[in-house]
């Protein structure tokens, strides 16, 4: 059933899938229902690669979208130990894990989602080291953090995963990279399962954030049986 903030949340998302259509900040069209890939998101992650964050940052957790694969690049020829979630967490080990001492490609083709795929060693959340640093897609973003993703709930999946097992606090940062168009002057839709990003990074800015805003963990009320049943890990939490 769609809620009132459901719908409010895909107001917005539309709003900005079309925005940046229609000013041609994408590289094409069809970004509707994606995390949208972005003219600048190359810049962006270089911006973000110059941050000390970056730089005390030895242990990186990001998302598979194409706008985020400039930052893993970057994670990878730094010598960053790279996780990347499997596409919808669709595996009973929902995490890649990949190792720039042990890639067989550059790191760049290694950044890729499809060679990611192919290369990368699975790992289940238990095997997974601290993270210091959470790279976010996202749809639409304000300065106070508060964000809207694609509407798939993946990534606050994640998140809650990460600060249930312990390899995350509220002292990590989370890191969105965008275009300037998703960045947002007004108040979002924010459920109790949503994450805010401390720091929003576009081509041409940074914006610091806050305060951090972390679920302690998984929401079990807010999944469906559905969503619980396309997610192997979590349909075997729910068996148990």
Known sequence: MTTDMDQAKNAVRTRIWDLL???????????????????GAAAAAERLAALPVWADARVIKAVPDKAQEPVRALA???GRLLYMA?????????????????????????ASRDVAAR???????????????????????NRQGVRLGKGAGY??????????????????????????????????????HDF???????????IRCGPPRRPKG???????????????LLAARAAR
Do not use: M
Not at 165 to 191: C, F, K, M, Y
Not at 196 to 206: C, F, G, K, Q, Y
């Open 196 to 206: 805010r990003v401390d720091l929003i990074v576009t081509p041409d800015e940074v």
């Open 155 to 192: 990534s606050d999946i994640e998140v809650a995963l990460l600060q249930e097992a312990g390899l995350i606090s509220d002292q990590t940062i989370i890191v969105t990279t965008v275009h300037g168009l998703q960045v947002v002057d007004e108040r979002l839709p924010e459920s109790e």
């Open 86 to 110: 499997v596409p919808k967490l669709a595996d009973e080990l929902p995490f890649y894990l990949l190792d720039p001492r042990k890639l067989s490609v550059p790191p760049a083709q290694a």
């Open 21 to 39: 259509e229609r000013e041609e900040a994408v590289p094409q069209l069809g970004v509707h229902g994606r995390i949208p890939n972005f003219h």
């Open 218 to 232: 998984l929401i079990w009320e807010h999944l469906t049986p559905e969503k619980i049943a396309s997610i192997p």
């Open 76 to 78: 990878l020829e730094a």
């Open 119 to 141: 290369i990368a060693q699975k790992v289940g959340v238990d095997q997974l080291q601290p993270v210091d640093l959470v790279v976010c897609g996202s749809v639409a973003v």
